[in-house]
């Protein structure tokens, strides 16, 4: 099998077959970090390998799910997974919710999907027969304060309610333009403004202006997800998830992805706070109801033993970027393709320089941790189907 000598990064990542890629990336990972495995195997944390369950990550908008969707990209080419990746380009069919009939084929020879990580719109219905029974459902959400003012941030030309508060704001700032009179700019008949209001409400599937569905919808989505992450616990929901998936916590290290430039955070004071929690009433929900039973999982998980687990993480993750990172908040000019982050018109998204005096299999180890979104999607899929992506359809 030759169809990496065609990838468009094969090259740069090191490998010119699936069946050496899988040994290879193995092997970079023993030599990269000789002695994480053996530090765990000390400290009788080192996980007995086993079946990694198939899983469906849903990545909600500016949460750090890019952080998650790369460790499981990581996770899938290791193990040669087989990805259910979407027909066309990198989302499935967003903003609107996700189709069974926008999933690509199942590749010859594979018997199911192993691994759903791509963005899209959650329907369970359409989902659920497209993956095994034993198919383990993880999210993650985030303070909708810091959700809202990123999410706000980043599509502030492309969500047209934004458009209009930035066009209406003049000298003033548009978040502020926005929060003071919401409704004014807000056309919920608008699909593209489903990021305008409850956010990962919106993500979720739900709707936001149907509060008599909510006490149906909060039961399903507790029912749905075996593990809801939280961004303000990023490390805490990793050894959870890890635990989901029979990985060992030296396989849970990441490098932190799509991180905006301080110029483009706004300032938060009391009282905007409390208008992007009026206007995102569902997400508080939301994010309150999962808080709290997130703390449940950590509780039986056991306290102790995941402050003791959380620790080897953040060793294991240092040392990460310790061999890899050269550089970090590196402005998208200064960085090559392959590792810049996609940009919007309105924020800034940094990113890495990787290591410059590492071998070739050390860099293809190291610029897995740090290759942006599409460029990744790309190789895994031109990896598991021997094409490229489709790009989108002209509407």
């Known amino acids: ?50 079946y990694t369950p198939p899983v469906v990550f849903l990545k909600t908008h500016k949460t750090g799910g890019s952080t998650v969707q790369n460790l499981l990209f990581r996770m899938g080419e290791k193990d040669g997974s087989t990805f259910a990746f979407p027909y066309y380009t990198y989302q499935f069919n967003y903003p609107d919710k996700f189709r069974a009939d926008l999933v690509d084929e199942l590749p010859e020879g594979s018997s199911n999907f192993d691994i759903l990580c791509s963005h899209m719109r959650l329907d369970m219905d359409e989902l659920r027969p497209m993956m095994p029974p034993n198919t383990i459902y993880v999210t993650i959400l985030r303070d909708p304060v810091r959700t809202f003012e990123s999410v706000f941030s980043c599509y502030t030309s492309t969500v047209p ?67 809801v992450m939280i961004a303000e616990h990023f490390d805490e929901s990793l050894v959870l998830l890890g635990a989901l998936l029979k990985l060992e916590l030296d396989e849970l290290a990441y490098v932190r992805l799509n991180t905006r430039s301080a110029h483009d955070l706004t300032p938060l004071d009391d009282g905007t706070k409390a208008r992007i929690r009026a206007w995102n009433r569902m997400d508080v929900l939301l994010y309150d109801f999962f808080l709290h039973l997130f703390w449940e999982k950590a509780a039986q998980y056991g306290m102790e033993r995941l402050k003791k687990h959380v620790a080897r993480l953040r060793a294991f993750t240092d040392r990460i970027g310790q061999k890899c990172v050269s550089r970090k908040e590196v402005p998208p000019g200064e960085l090559e393709d392959l590792i810049r982050p996609l940009q919007t018109d309105s924020a800034t998204i940094l990113g890495y320089q990787v290591q410059g005096n590492l071998t070739k299999q050390d860099q293809g180890f190291c610029m897995r941790f740090m290759l942006a979104e599409r460029h990744y999607h790309a190789h895994l899929y031109f990896q598991q189907y021997g094409r490229a992506m489709r790009p989108a359809p002209k509407a």
């Open 161 to 227: 309610a934004f458009t209009l508060a930035k066009k209406a704001a003049e000298h003033r700032s548009a978040l502020s333009m926005f929060l003071e009179s919401p409704e004014s700019f807000w056309d919920p008949k608008e699909p593209r403004n489903g990021l305008a209001k409850n956010p990962m409400s919106f993500d979720l599937g739900l709707d936001g202006q149907r509060w008599d569905s909510w006490p149906t919808d909060l039961t399903q989505l507790e029912e749905t997800f075996q593990l």
């Open 1 to 50: 099998n030759t169809l990496l000598k065609k990838s468009p990064i094969g090259h740069r990542i090191g490998f010119t077959s699936n069946h050496d890629m899988i040994l290879s990336v193995q092997w970079m990972e023993r030599r990269a970090t000789p002695s994480l495995a053996a530090q765990a195997k000390k400290d009788s944390i080192h996980l007995t390998w086993s």
